[in-house]
């Protein structure tokens, strides 16, 4: 006799055909697992198409190995849309086998979206397109103490061979052992590129900050070039960017030509059933190992009226952007400090109860860019980065994270963050510039913001 699931696995196969094949997806409670091994033993043997996810203090893992289907597009139009649309297009038919209904476990997509599909375009970043996020075939969830495993599969075959395929799967997933040591990179040289040609584009845009009546912030990048005399580990990455960057968000995307990571202080978006949280993260300065002058930085920072401005601007767009989606909205006044190892940050949360038929791509969309990472206004801000930034930023300061069967999700702003390319990696780093900023300060504060990628690589800051 067919169970409830199998019953429901037959009937839907018989409206599809062997080219349009049914998303069956399987999850079960585990014993504990590590997920930097599960990310490293179930490496696929073509090199590439992984996923890591881990949420600041480990509340959350994600690691998906092995690639099911990739959705990507290259271009502008409406492509937070279609990259939902053609999600709820496999899910309209999917058979869920799935009793925990845990956020973050079952089907789930993950990746992310190009910070500007207009800007210039660099052949480094071309793997990741405008919009690139991976459906895997194997994943681990971590939620506190539990422990689940994911297996899903297109298929059109009798139920049956599928589940005894899909209990062995498990059965070679579950593995109870450590990750194997992986050697650091050795770090040949670094460069921070076109610092001269950066410092005058500063410049230039304070001028404008400073005699446009319109425009009242504009976000300009960096990068740091770095060559190593063997091609870069993302397991290497990931494990030190978890021991140093415990506090932030731990994120990697692989594909066969290069990958992305980071540790992101910064959360974009939280949609957990109909809950709603993003938050303000602008206006920064250093850190000190002396605990008194540490409490005096953050009190400066607490008080200076450029951070504060700056701050208020992202407040003010957030809840703007969260209006038309939200039904209540809770927006503090002040802002508090948010510290990381290497710098503190201005930081108010911004939360709300979402209307009905709002989905997580919605919110991403209309939040994306914010001030701290384009400037104000939003087009006219980006006309200037386009201009005067003569980089390709990619995936940094791009929306970043996942979202499940269900409808949860988490996406962040994918800033501290670097390319890893063979032997060589790529670092980003921005300031926010207001009439008032000066272009040495500015470049002090983006050499600090490199530091969690540089560290994490086997560098040393100055």
């Known amino acids: 006799m067919n169970s409830p699931f199998q019953t429901k ?101 993950f990746g992310g979206f190009s910070f500007d599909p207009y800007s210039l375009k660099e052949e480094k970043w071309q793997p990741f397109g405008d919009a690139l996020f991976y459906l895997p075939e194997y994943m681990l969830t971590v939620i506190g103490d539990d422990y689940y495993l994911t297996v899903n599969l297109f298929e059109s075959d009798e139920l049956s061979n599928q589940t005894n395929k899909v209990e062995k799967t498990f059965d070679l997933l579950i593995k109870n052992e450590e990750p194997s040591q992986v050697p650091a990179p050795h770090l040949e040289s670094r460069e921070e590129l076109y610092v001269p040609e950066w410092l005058d584009s500063v410049a230039e845009v304070v001028n404008v900050l400073r005699t ?47 990958s992305f990571a980071g540790a992101s202080p910064e959360r974009l978006v939280k949609k957990m059933n109909d809950q709603v949280l993003s938050t303000s993260l602008a206006g920064s300065i250093g850190r000190s190992e002396d605990s008194k002058e540490d409490r005096e930085l953050g009190n400066i920072l607490l008080n200076d009226e450029k951070n504060l401005y700056e701050h208020h601007l992202v407040v003010d767009m957030i809840k703007k952007a969260l209006e038309p989606y ?40 209309e939040l994306h860019p914010t001030p701290a990472l384009g400037g104000v ?86």
């Open 326 to 365: 939200c039904r209540e909205l809770q927006v503090p006044d002040d802002p508090v400090l948010l510290r990381t190892p290497y710098i503190q940050h201005l930081y108010t949360p911004v939360s709300g109860v979402a209307k009905s038929g709002t989905s997580i791509f919605h919110i991403v969309g």
């Open 212 to 258: 446009s009546e319109i425009v009242k912030k504009v976000v300009l990048s960096r990068e740091m070039m770095l060559n190593f005399s063997e091609p870069v580990s993302s397991e290497y990455v990931l494990k030190q960017l978890h021991t140093q960057q415990k506090d932030s968000f731990i994120f990697l995307l692989e594909t066969p030509d290069g």
């Open 9 to 109: 696995y037959i009937n839907t196969l018989k409206h599809k055909t062997e080219s349009n094949k049914v998303l069956a997806s399987y999850t079960k409670k585990v014993d504990k697992i590590d997920p930097f091994a599960f990310y490293q033993i179930n490496r696929p043997p073509d090199e590439g198409e992984r996923f890591f996810w881990k949420s600041p203090d480990d509340d959350m893992t994600i690691v998906g190995v092995g690639l099911l289907r990739s959705f990507s597009n290259s271009g502008a139009d409406d492509r937070f849309s279609r990259i939902e649309t053609e999600w709820n297009d496999i899910l309209s038919s999917a058979v869920i086998d799935n009793p925990f209904h845990v956020p973050g476990t079952g089907p789930l997509l």
């Open 377 to 462: 206004p939003t087009g006219q801000s980006m006309k200037i980065i386009r201009d005067k930034e003569k980089m390709d930023r990619g995936f940094y300061a791009s929306p970043i994270g996942w979202t499940d069967f269900d409808g949860n999700g988490e996406f962040i702003v994918a800033i501290r963050s670097g390319l890893l390319k063979g032997k060589q990696a790529f670092l980003y780093a921005g300031c926010g510039l207001v009439a008032d900023s000066d272009p040495k300060e500015e470049l002090k504060e983006t050499g600090i913001k490199f530091r969690p990628m540089l560290q994490a690589m086997g560098g040393k800051s100055e």
